[in-house]
């Protein structure tokens, strides 16, 4: 499957419907296809969430116990072969230094059928140094 230039706007409507919050989870959910996977890392190391019902109770979860305020900015989306890859930027007053990172997407029509999320840049956590 060849990627198709109208692919990106399923990215920007993924990251459109994350920066809502819960208040985004129906437009979320209906990006991803019912067998999807969705691999992310923020439990300290990379767990993937398979089916539409895992990736949702994913999110339900970090919603359900927010952390800091959050601003995530769609810096890039580039097509590589059958991959769309989205870079961004997170940041948050809890950060000394943004949080940076890429997204991988594979489609299945207009919808998502598997996204990983891989941290490059992870801002140090806890109190800073003296």
């Known amino acids: 499957m060849?990627?198709?230039?109208?692919?990106?706007?399923?990215?920007e409507e993924l990251f459109k419907a994350m920066q809502a919050g819960p208040d985004g989870e129906e437009a979320l959910m209906a990006l991803f296809h019912e067998d999807a996977v969705f691999t992310e890392p923020f439990s300290g190391q990379p767990k993937s969430h398979n089916g539409k019902a895992e990736i949702r109770a994913s999110f339900q979860e970090m919603w359900h116990?927010?952390?800091?305020?959050?601003?995530?900015?769609?810096?890039?989306?580039?097509?590589?072969?059958?991959?769309?890859?989205?870079?961004?930027?997170?940041?948050?007053?809890?950060?000394?230094?943004?949080?940076?990172?890429?997204?991988?997407?594979?489609?299945?029509?207009t919808r998502i059928s598997r996204l990983e999320v891989v941290v490059t840049e992870m801002p140090p956590m806890g109190p800073p140094e003296a």
Request: net charge negative.
């Open 2 to 11: 060849t990627v198709k230039d109208e692919d990106p706007k399923v990215v």
């Open 65 to 109: 116990a927010p952390g800091p305020e959050l601003n995530l900015v769609l810096d890039r989306v580039d097509l590589e072969g059958d991959n769309v890859r989205a870079e961004w930027t997170c940041t948050s007053d809890a950060f000394p230094t943004p949080m940076r990172g890429y997204d991988l997407f594979s489609l299945k029509g």
